[in-house]
């Protein structure tokens, strides 16, 4: 079974950074869709990115274009969801996924299959 494991989140001031990472294994890393949700106390899980393996293509929350980046790294069989100006309602778990079909890029959670076990980001303001 794919593995995936987040690592890199923390506590950061509103305004800063972070980069989280997940690495992947289990299952090959050069084709299908990775994907970064949150989700905070009492609500549901949300969609945030999600980038295609084989061709890099990017999708975004809306509410997070131009903050967010998310990248690949092959050779790491590495995900990385970068995050600047980092506000406090950024403050959630934030959750790697992966699945199989290129329809995950449209951010359904059940296009998923796999997912860590979440790493905590919490912006303070």
């Known amino acids: 079974q794919v593995q995936l494991v987040e690592s890199g989140g923390g506590l950061v001031q509103a305004g800063g950074s972070l980069r989280l990472s997940c690495t992947a294994s289990?299952?090959?890393?050069?084709?299908?869709?990775m994907g970064w949700f949150r989700q905070a106390p009492g609500q549901k899980r949300e969609f945030v990115a999600a980038i295609t393996l084989f061709s890099g293509r990017t999708f975004f929350l809306d509410s997070v274009k131009g903050r967010v980046t998310i990248s690949r790294d092959g050779a790491k069989n590495t995900v990385y969801l970068q995050m600047n100006i980092l506000k406090p309602e950024a403050t959630t778990v934030y959750y790697c996924?992966?699945?199989?079909?290129?329809?995950?890029?449209?951010?359904?959670?059940?296009?998923?299959?796999?997912w860590g076990q979440g790493t905590q980001v919490t912006v303070s303001s």
């Open positions: 289990g299952r090959t890393f050069s084709s299908g869709v």
């Open positions: 996924a992966s699945g199989p079909l290129y329809s995950a890029v449209y951010g359904r959670e059940n296009a998923y299959d796999a």
